[in-house]
């Protein structure tokens, strides 16, 4: 078994087989698309639309095919018309006319609404009290997704999972490598992991937004 399927495995042992798991491939090469697929994951996340096209356009056509390309950025309105023949689940979805304007150009893509867990103003998300409103606005809405601020972050997983259920939505996103189980623990459904599968991070190179 390679690094990643080792790595995968020892994930596993901690929150089953149920709990989808996207790989998070941000500042890694396309290299990490195909690791990820040989290790048997689909669902691959990218946090910038540059990195995230370059990488679709790199892997091979056989396997672009099996990639369910999840984008967890804060969607700008202008990259909404690239992305959307390639990304097939939108996290970062946190007002009604992006959720609109995803919906237009691609009325089969699942969106999840990003709450800003913690409050801050440098975290991106809408409120608490404004997602019920983002989550209403468009049909292809599936569930919550979040990222914990400062602190323990059990509570803020907690809280989501809850407004998830209140909203009939069978989805929550949230967990990432350094979180997740405590995640899963609190009623994720999906995590987001980059580091721990495929190692530290390298330098970024010169992909944009």
Request: aromatic share 4%; glycine share 12%.
């Amino acid at each position: 078994m390679d690094a990643i399927g080792e790595r995968l495995a020892e994930v596993r042992s901690r929150i089953g087989t149920d709990v989808t798991v996207v790989a998070v491939t941000k500042g890694f090469g396309p290299e990490a698309v195909r690791m990820a697929l040989d290790a048997g994951l689909v669902d691959v996340g990218e946090n910038y639309a540059q990195e995230l096209l370059a990488k679709a356009a790199a892997v091979d056509a056989a396997a672009a095919g099996d990639v369910r390309w999840h984008f967890l950025g804060h969607v700008q309105g202008n990259k909404v018309k690239s992305l959307a023949p390639v990304v097939a689940v939108w996290q970062g979805v946190d007002g009604s006319a992006t959720a609109e304007a995803i919906t237009a150009r691609r009325p089969d893509a699942a969106l999840f609404v990003q709450v800003n867990l913690s409050g801050l103003a440098q975290r991106n998300g809408c409120s608490w009290e404004d997602a019920p409103a983002v989550v209403e606005s468009a049909p292809g809405v599936r569930g919550l997704m979040g990222v914990a601020g400062p602190g323990d972050p059990r509570p803020q997983f907690r809280r989501l999972a809850a407004l998830a259920r209140e909203l009939g939505l069978p989805e929550v996103s949230m967990g990432m490598s350094g979180d997740y189980a405590v995640a899963v623990e609190e009623g994720s459904t999906m995590v987001r992991l980059g580091t721990v599968l495929f190692g530290p991070r390298p330098e970024r190179g010169d992909l944009r937004r």
